[in-house]
C-alpha cells in the first residue's frame, strides 16, 4: 500500500503574545551565570578522580603552584572544614550525599578531587592538569550488569507511601484466567542532560554576605545548603538564578562544587567563578538511570485488560537510594481493575542519578504502552480502539475521580489530524514512493499535575510599571512570559511593562521549579494578588476613575498615590499551613497527584510517522502529531514550543541517546557532544500540535495542569511501535539502532 502524508488539520490555539525574553536571547543580550563579570575575578578548574571507587593516597600540586597566575589549589587536606549538604531525597539539598574534599574518599568517577584557582580560565585548566594523584582502589560496579549485589525492594528501604508498592485487586491471579496475556522484558540506558548552558557558579562576599550567581532550579534550596555547610545564617546568602539555559533536572538542587568556589572566595578575598567542561558534568551532575522493566499484560477475548503488572529494577547510587515512581503513571494510563507495580533499587558506583525531563515516566511508557501495543496486535484490535475501550473513568489506585480526563479526546482529536483511518492494520504493508517501509504508531502519556506552596507580591506604580515578584524559575520553559501576559492582561498594561522577579532569593521565597509544577504553583497567587491590587484600587479610586474600562493605572492617579501594592500566598489542595515552613526553609514542598478529593493528571497522545529506508535501515520520523490535555493554555507561544521540544526529546530517546558505561574503570565514556548523540535539526521533521484547552478550575484557580514533563511521556513508545508497523519487528530496548534491524 503507497500511502502520501494528508493535510494536517490543527485546531490550535493562535500563537498569542511573544516571549518576554525573545528579542534579548536572539540579541545575546540576556546574561547567564557564566557570563557574569566582577572587578578582580578568580577563575576556578576541577581536577576529577580516574578511578571509579577508593582512595587518595597522596597528591602532588606543587608544580601546579608553581605556574605563574596560580592563587591557590584546594585538596582535602588544606580546604577550611566545611559541612555536608545533605541528600534532597533525605532531608537535604544536595543531588547526592556525598561532597568533595570532605575526605579522601572516593565514591564515583570524576568526584573532584582538587580544584585550582587562577588569574585567568586558561592558567586555572593548565594547572589543573598538572596536579598528579595516588589513588587506592577498591572493586566497584560501574553498571546494572556488574551489580555486586541483588536490587533491593524499594518498598523496604524507603517506607514512604510514594514509594510503596502498588496494588489493586489481585493481578497475579487475574493474569492466570486471562485469555490472552503477554510476558515483556525491556532494557533503557542511562542518559544525561545536555543543556546547552553548563554549570557555573560566581561566589562573592561583601561584608561578611555571600552572593552566588548559579544557573538552578531551586535558588532557596541552594541558598539554605550554603548555609549549612559554611554554618552561617540563610539571611547571609543570597542566590541569584533569573535565567537558564536549560536545566531539565540537572539543575534542580545543590551542587557538589558551590560550596568550594564560596569557600575559595571567602580565603581569597575575591570573586571566584567555576564553569564546568561539558566531560565534567557528565561525572559532577545528576543523570538518568539505567532501568530494566518487565510488563505482564491479560486481556479477556472481548479485548478489555483485566491485569497489569509492572515490575522496574532502577539503578541507583552506593551512597544514596534515588528511589522509582515509573509505575505512578503505569497503574493510571488505562482502566485495570487488577495491578501490581513493583520497583526495586540497584546499587552501582556512580554519582548520584536524578531526575532528567520526565525522569521516571519516560522509560515506565515505553515499556508499558509498547506492551500495550503488542496487547493489541494479539487481540487484532486497532491500537488506537484498543486505547479507546481501555480507558479509566476514575483513578484505578484510589477510586477517586480525575480532576479532568481528556485522554480519550487526545486519542481521537489526534488520530483525525494524523490521518489515522488511512493506516492499514497488518505490519510492513505501507511504503512510501520511494520505496521506504512506512509505519504509523500511537502511544498514551500522562504526568501527575502538582502544585507547590507559593508566596506572590504585585507592585503598580504610578510611572505604570508593574513588578511582580514570586517563586519559581525561568529555564526556557516559558514561565516569565505566562506570568507577564495573565499580569498585563488582568490590570490592562503593556507586557513590557511587566517586570517579573523570580529565580532570586532577594524577592520572595524560591520553591524548587521542577515536575511540570512552575505555572501551576506560580500563576494562582499571582491571579490572587492581582485581583486584591485591584480591588485596593477600586476603594481608593476618585468616582471619576471608575467608569467602565478604566484600567489599573488610571484607578492608581485618580487615587493620587505613588503606587499601589498587593501579596497573596497559596499552597496546594490538602495542604497544611505548616508547609509554607518548608518552602521558606529551601525543602522541597509538591503535593501530587493525589489530593483529598480527586487526582490529577496532564494526558497526551502521540502519533507518529517513520520511514525505514529499505537497504540501510535508517529510520527517519518525518512527522508526529501531538494532542495534549493540561488544562487551560495560558500561553499558546510557550505551550507549543514545550510539546515540539518534548517530541525532539522523545526522538532522541528513542533513536539517539544512551551514556555509555565503562566497565574497565568505571564513570561514562561518551561525554561531550560528539560522541552523546542527539538530535539535530536535520532529524526532525514536521510536528503538529494541538490542546484539548479545556481548563481544570479544579485543580487550581488558573486551571493550568502542567505540560513540560508530559510532553515527552509516549513519544519512544509511540516510534517504537511505528517501526514494527514498518518492519514486523518488536525492539524492547532503546536507543533503537539500525544494526538491531539487521540482526
Known amino acids: 500500500m503507497a500511502i502520501r502524508t494528508p493535510t494536517p488539520t490543527p485546531r490550535t490555539p493562535q500563537p498569542g503574545a511573544e516571549r518576554v525574553d525573545a528579542r534579548d536571547k536572539v540579541r545575546g543580550a540576556l546574561r547567564y551565570a557564566g557570563d557574569q563579570r566582577r572587578p578582580g575575578l578568580l577563575h576556578a578548574a576541577l581536577v576529577g578522580s580516574r578511578i571509579a571507587r577508593g582512595s587518595v593516597e597522596a597528591i602532588d600540586t606543587r608544580a601546579a603552584r608553581r605556574l605563574p597566575g596560580v592563587q591557590a589549589v584546594f585538596t582535602h587536606e588544606d580546604i577550611d572544614a566545611f559541612e555536608g549538604g545533605g541528600f534532597l531525597m533525605a532531608g537535604g539539598f544536595g543531588f547526592q550525599s556525598v561532597y568533595p574534599l570532605r575526605s579522601a574518599q572516593i565514591a564515583h568517577r570524576g568526584q573532584t578531587v582538587a580544584m585550582v584557582v587562577a588569574d585567568s580560565l586558561e592558567t586555572a585548566r593548565e594547572a589543573a592538569a598538572l596536579v598528579t594523584v595516588r589513588y587506592a582502589t577498591v572493586p566497584f560496579s560501574a553498571g ?13 528501604v524507603l517506607p514512604l507511601p510514594p514509594f510503596a508498592d502498588r496494588r489493586v485487586g489481585d493481578a497475579p491471579a487475574a493474569l492466570q484466567s486471562a485469555a490472552v496475556t503477554v510476558d515483556l522484558r525491556f532494557e533503557l540506558p542511562a542518559q544525561h542532560q545536555n543543556p546547552m548552558e553548563i554549570i557555573a557558579t560566581l561566589a562573592e562576599w561583601q561584608d561578611g554576605r555571600l552572593t552566588v550567581h548559579e544557573p538552578t532550579q531551586n535558588s532557596e534550596g541552594v541558598r539554605h545548603g550554603l548555609a549549612r555547610q559554611l554554618g552561617i545564617s540563610p539571611g547571609l546568602v543570597r542566590v541569584v538564578s533569573p535565567s537558564l539555559g536549560g536545566g531539565f533536572g540537572q539543575k534542580n538542587s545543590l551542587q557538589p562544587h558551590t560550596a568550594l568556589v564560596a569557600l575559595a572566595a571567602r580565603r581569597l578575598g575575591r570573586p571566584v567563578k567555576l564553569v564546568m567542561t561539558r566531560a565534567q558534568q557528565f561525572h559532577n551532575a545528576s543523570f538518568r538511570p539505567a532501568g530494566r522493566h518487565r510488563v505482564r499484560l491479560g486481556a479477556d477475548a472481548g479485548g478489555r485488560l483485566v491485569a497489569a503488572v509492572h515490575e522496574i529494577d532502577q539503578q541507583t547510587s552506593r551512597h544514596d537510594l534515588f528511589p522509582s515512581v515509573g509505575t505512578e503513571i503505569t497503574a493510571r494510563l488505562y482502566g485495570v481493575s487488577h495491578y501490581l507495580g513493583v520497583e526495586r533499587l540497584v546499587r552501582t558506583d556512580v554519582q548520584t542519578p536524578g531526575y532528567m525531563r520526565a525522569p521516571f515516566e519516560h522509560p515506565a511508557a515505553f515499556a508499558f504502552e509498547s506492551a500495550v501495543d503488542e496487547m493489541a496486535y494479539a487481540l487484532d484490535r486497532d491500537p488506537v480502539a484498543f486505547r479507546l475501550a481501555n480507558d479509566a473513568a476514575t483513578d484505578p489506585l484510589t477510586g477517586k475521580p480525575f480532576s479532568s480526563r481528556h485522554s480519550t479526546e487526545c486519542l481521537v482529536r489526534g488520530s483525525e489530524m494524523f490521518g489515522w483511518q488511512r493506516r492499514s492494520m497488518a505490519p510492513g504493508s505501507m511504503r512510501a514512493p520511494d520505496g521506504s517501509l512506512v509505519g504509523w504508531g500511537v502511544a498514551l502519556g500522562l504526568y ?118 498587593a501579596e497573596s500566598r497559596r499552597r496546594a489542595p490538602g495542604q497544611p499551613e505548616q508547609v509554607f515552613g518548608r518552602l521558606t526553609g529551601g525543602l ?54 514545550q510539546v515540539e521540544g518534548g517530541v525532539v526529546w522523545g526522538i532522541g530517546a528513542a533513536l539517539r541517546e544512551a551514556s555509555e558505561v565503562d566497565p574497565r574503570y568505571g564513570g561514562f565514556l561518551n561525554t561531550d557532544l560528539a560522541e552523546y548523540v542527539l538530535p539535530v535539526a536535520a532529524d526532525i521533521g514536521r510536528i503538529e500540535v494541538d490542546f484539548v484547552g479545556r481548563p481544570d478550575y479544579r485543580f487550581n484557580a488558573s486551571g493550568a495542569k502542567g505540560l513540560g514533563e508530559v510532553a515527552m511521556v509516549g513519544v519512544a513508545p509511540a516510534i517504537a511501535n511505528a517501526v514494527f508497523h514498518a518492519t514486523g519487528r518488536r525492539f524492547r530496548r532503546l536507543p533503537l539502532l539500525m544494526d538491531d534491524l539487521f540482526a
Not at 555486586?148 to 523496604?156: F, L
Not at 502519533?607 to 499558546?636: H, K, L, M, Q
Request: contains cysteine; glycine residues 8%.
Open 448 to 565: 501527575k499535575a502538582a502544585m507547590a506552596p507559593a508566596f506572590a507580591t504585585v507592585r503598580l506604580q504610578a510611572d505604570g510599571a508593574v513588578r511582580v515578584s514570586v517563586g519559581g524559575h525561568e529555564m526556557g520553559q516559558g514561565l516569565r512570559t505566562t506570568i507577564a501576559v495573565t499580569v498585563a492582561r488582568t490590570l490592562g498594561a503593556p507586557i513590557a511593562a511587566v517586570e517579573v522577579r523570580i529565580g532570586d532569593t532577594a524577592g520572595a521565597p524560591q520553591h524548587l521549579t521542577a515536575g511540570s509544577w512552575g505555572t501551576a504553583t506560580a500563576l494562582p497567587p499571582v491571579m490572587e494578588a492581582v485581583e486584591r491590587l485591584l480591588d485596593d484600587l477600586r476603594q481608593h479610586a476618585g468616582d471619576a476613575t471608575t467608569a467602565p474600562g478604566t484600567n489599573a493605572l488610571q484607578l492608581l492617579r485618580g487615587s493620587g498615590r505613588p503606587f499601589a501594592q
Open 588 to 641: 522541597p514542598a509538591a503535593a501530587g497527584p493525589e489530593y483529598p478529593d480527586f487526582v490529577a493528571f496532564s494526558f497526551i497522545a502521540h502519533f507518529v510517522e517513520v520511514r525505514v529506508e529499505p537497504t540501510t535501515r535508517r529510520i527517519r520520523v518525518p512527522r508526529v502529531v501531538s494532542v495534549a490535555d493540561c488544562g487551560a493554555v495560558i500561553s499558546p507561544r510557550t505551550a507549543r514550543s
Open 144 to 156: 546494572l550488569d556488574q551489580a555486586d549485589a541483588p536490587p533491593v525492594a524499594q518498598a523496604s
